[in-house]
Each structure stands twice: as structure tokens, then as C-alpha cells.
């Protein structure tokens, strides 16, 4: 069992930045694939950032590619996103989410099996 805990959401700024944190119990941290995801009103949850347990691949959603980056720090059972560059459109819960797959990162929520409670980005136009 993993537990996640997200923290670092806010009110931003468009153009702003923001960086994210996940926190994850347990000893194997560096076994599982960590995701990011995120839910806007009356929207469905999509993918926007993974990285593989190792932190060697990486897979960003479209529409943040140059403007966000996923990172972890596997000494501290830690996984980020960096968020530059924000748009009012980029304002959602965003969630972390873990999967029993070391390297294979998937992009559906289906392919994760522990989740965050989340934490809310609203970004001011």
C-alpha cells in the first residue's frame, strides 16, 4: 500500500510558476511510476506529466510540453512538477498517482493504482 500526499498548489498569476510536491510512504518508492494528472470542473481527469521509477523517461501531456517538467528525488520518496509559464486553462486539481510499473509509463487513469487527494492550481488571467 502507498500513501500520497501532494502539496504546493496556490493561486498563481498567468506566466506564473509553481512547483508541486509528492510525498510517498512506504520503502519502494523507486519501484513504482509516478504520474501526474489533473480534473477541471466538469471535466475528465487527463494525464499531464510520468516519469519512470528510475527517473531516466519521462512522458508529458501536449499541451504542457516545454512548459512543465516532472522530476523525483527517490533518497526522499519525492516527485514533483515543475510548472512554468501557467494559463488560466492550466487551473485544475492536480493529483498524484502511482503504478506497480517500474519503467512503463502509462497515460490513462486505469493504468495507476494509488492516488493523492490533490491539490488545487487556479491560475488568474
Known amino acids: 500500500q502507498v500513501q500520497l500526499v501532494e502539496s504546493g498548489g496556490g493561486l498563481v498569476q498567468a506566466g506564473g510558476s509553481l512547483r508541486l510536491s509528492c510525498n510517498a510512504s512506504g520503502r519502494t518508492f523507486s519501484t513504482y511510476t509516478m504520474g501526474w494528472f489533473r480534473q477541471a470542473p466538469g471535466k475528465e481527469r487527463e494525464f499531464v506529466a510520468g516519469?519512470?521509477?528510475?527517473?531516466?523517461?519521462?512522458k508529458n501531456a501536449d499541451s504542457v510540453k516545454g512548459r512543465f517538467t516532472i522530476s523525483r528525488d527517490n533518497t526522499k520518496s519525492t516527485v514533483f512538477l515543475q510548472m512554468n509559464s501557467l494559463k488560466p486553462e492550466d487551473t485544475a486539481v492536480y493529483l498524484c498517482a502511482a503504478a506497480r510499473t517500474t519503467s512503463y509509463i502509462g497515460t490513462t487513469r486505469g493504468g495507476y493504482d494509488y492516488w493523492g487527494q490533490g491539490t488545487q492550481v487556479t491560475v488568474s488571467s
Open positions: 516519469i519512470s521509477g528510475s527517473g531516466t523517461s519521462t
